[in-house]
C-alpha cells in the first residue's frame, strides 16, 4: 500500500473489471490512433515551417482521452518565457503541453522510456540529470540554449509529484539560467488543480507508474483540470534565482489556498529523491494521537 495511503486517496481494487478494462484498451487505442495521425503531419509542417504546432495538438488530445477536460485561467505566454508550476501527476505534462504548446525540462530517464521519451523529444524536451551536480554548467547551457530559441520552459520546481493539497519547497539548481536573466524573459508562475480528484489523480509515495496510469485510464467519465497562469513577472527585480523561486512559489500558495478554500496541509510523505521528510507532529498532537489510540 502507498505510504500515503492516510491522506484520503481512495485505494484501487486488486482487480479490473470488465466495464474498466475495456475503457482502459479503447482509450489506449485512441491515444495511438492520435500518435500515428500526429507523427506524420508533424513531420509535414516542419518540412515547411521550424515549429510545428502539431506536438502541442497531439498532446492535448491525449489529455481529453484520458478523461481531462482543461479549463484555462490567465494568459499563457508562448515566447521567452519560463513557467514554474506544481506538479501532481504524469497527466500534467500533455495538458499543459496542449494548453500553452511549452516544452518542459525534465529528468535524463524520462529519455529512455519508450514512446514517452520520443514524444518528449518531438516536444522539445531539455533532458538534465538532477543528481549530476558536477555537470550542472552543462545542463544550464542546454536550457539557455533553449531559451535562446524562444521557447516556453517548464519547471516542475517541486521535483516530485504531490496530492494537490500541498505544496514543497521549490528546488532552485534549474533556475540558475536566470543568473542573469536573458534580454526579455519572463517568469510565469502557473497552479496545475484538479479540484476534489486531486487525491485520486496524484501519482506520489510507492504506487508504481503503471498502475497509476491504468487506475486513471479505467475512471469512466471526465474530469475537470483547471490550469490558472497567474501574473507573470520579470526575474530582473530579484536578487537570484531563490529569490524568483520563492516569488513563485508564494503566487502559486496563494492561488491554491483561494481554490482549495482553506490553508495547505503538511505533505506527509517522505521523498528520498528531493530529499524532503515532513516535520515531526507537534508534541501536543502526538501526545492526543497516542491517547485516542488506547
Same mark, same amino acid.
Given at each position: 500500500?502507498?505510504?500515503?495511503?492516510?491522506?484520503?486517496?481512495?485505494?484501487?481494487?486488486? $482487480?479490473?473489471? /470488465?466495464?474498466?478494462?475495456?475503457?482502459?484498451?479503447?482509450?489506449?487505442?485512441? +491515444?495511438?490512433?492520435?500518435?500515428?495521425?500526429?507523427?506524420?503531419?508533424? %513531420?509535414?509542417?516542419?518540412?515547411?515551417?521550424?515549429?510545428?504546432?502539431?506536438?502541442?495538438?497531439? /498532446?492535448?488530445?491525449?489529455?481529453?482521452?484520458?478523461?481531462?477536460?482543461?479549463?484555462?485561467?490567465?494568459?499563457?505566454? $508562448?515566447?521567452?518565457? !519560463?513557467?514554474?508550476?506544481?506538479? +501532481?501527476?504524469? /497527466?500534467?505534462?500533455?495538458?499543459?503541453?496542449?494548453?500553452?504548446?511549452?516544452?518542459? #525540462?525534465?529528468?535524463?530517464?524520462?529519455?529512455?522510456?519508450?514512446?514517452?521519451?520520443?514524444?518528449? $523529444?518531438?516536444?522539445?524536451?531539455?533532458?538534465?540529470?538532477?543528481?549530476?551536480?558536477?555537470? #550542472?554548467?552543462?545542463? +544550464?547551457?542546454?536550457?539557455?540554449?533553449?531559451?535562446?530559441?524562444?521557447?516556453?520552459?517548464?519547471? !516542475?520546481?517541486?521535483?516530485?509529484?504531490?496530492?494537490?493539497?500541498?505544496?514543497?519547497?521549490?528546488?532552485?539548481?534549474?533556475?540558475?539560467?536566470?543568473?542573469?536573466?536573458?534580454?526579455?524573459?519572463?517568469?510565469?508562475?502557473?497552479?496545475?488543480? %484538479?479540484?476534489?480528484?486531486?487525491?485520486?489523480?496524484?501519482?506520489?509515495?510507492?504506487?508504481?507508474?503503471?498502475?497509476?496510469?491504468?487506475?486513471?485510464?479505467?475512471?469512466?467519465?471526465? !474530469?475537470?483540470?483547471?490550469? $490558472?497562469?497567474?501574473?507573470? !513577472?520579470?526575474?530582473?527585480?530579484?536578487?537570484?534565482?531563490?529569490?524568483?523561486?520563492?516569488?513563485?512559489?508564494?503566487? +502559486?500558495?496563494?492561488?491554491?489556498?483561494?481554490? /482549495?478554500?482553506?490553508?495547505?496541509?503538511? %505533505?506527509?510523505?517522505? #521523498?528520498?529523491?528531493?530529499? %524532503?521528510?515532513?516535520?515531526?507532529?507537534?508534541? #501536543?498532537?502526538?501526545?492526543?494521537?497516542?491517547?485516542?489510540?488506547?
Amino acid at each position: 500500500m502507498p505510504a500515503e495511503a492516510s491522506l484520503d486517496r481512495p485505494t484501487p481494487a486488486t $482487480r479490473i473489471g /470488465l466495464a474498466a478494462s475495456l475503457r482502459i484498451q479503447g482509450r489506449l487505442i485512441l +491515444i495511438l490512433l492520435a500518435v500515428l495521425l500526429g507523427v506524420p503531419m508533424h %513531420y509535414g509542417c516542419r518540412a515547411l515551417t521550424r515549429h510545428s504546432p502539431i506536438p502541442r495538438l497531439t /498532446l492535448r488530445a491525449i489529455a481529453r482521452i484520458v478523461g481531462a477536460r482543461v479549463r484555462i485561467v490567465g494568459t499563457p505566454l $508562448r515566447r521567452d518565457v !519560463f513557467l514554474l508550476a506544481n506538479h +501532481i501527476s504524469w /497527466l500534467d505534462i500533455p495538458a499543459l503541453a496542449g494548453a500553452s504548446g511549452t516544452a518542459f #525540462v525534465a529528468k535524463a530517464e524520462v529519455a529512455q522510456v519508450p514512446v514517452v521519451g520520443w514524444l518528449a $523529444r518531438l516536444n522539445r524536451t531539455v533532458f538534465v540529470q538532477r543528481e549530476a551536480r558536477l555537470g #550542472v554548467a552543462h545542463q +544550464i547551457n542546454a536550457l539557455r540554449e533553449a531559451m535562446a530559441e524562444n521557447h516556453a520552459l517548464t519547471i !516542475f520546481p517541486e521535483g516530485t509529484t504531490t496530492d494537490g493539497q500541498s505544496l514543497l519547497p521549490f528546488k532552485t539548481a534549474m533556475l540558475k539560467v536566470l543568473e542573469p536573466p536573458p534580454p526579455g524573459v519572463m517568469v510565469q508562475p502557473v497552479l496545475l488543480d %484538479y479540484g476534489r480528484l486531486a487525491p485520486f489523480i496524484c501519482w506520489i509515495g510507492d504506487e508504481p507508474g503503471l498502475a497509476n496510469v491504468i487506475k486513471v485510464l479505467a475512471r469512466p467519465g471526465s !474530469f475537470a483540470l483547471t490550469i $490558472r497562469f497567474l501574473e507573470p !513577472f520579470s526575474p530582473e527585480g530579484h536578487a537570484g534565482r531563490k529569490a524568483i523561486a520563492a516569488e513563485a512559489r508564494a503566487r +502559486i500558495e496563494a492561488a491554491l489556498v483561494e481554490a /482549495l478554500g482553506k490553508p495547505l496541509r503538511t %505533505y506527509g510523505v517522505t #521523498v528520498d529523491a528531493v530529499r %524532503y521528510a515532513p516535520p515531526p507532529a507537534p508534541a #501536543v498532537e502526538a501526545h492526543d494521537r497516542a491517547e485516542g489510540e488506547d
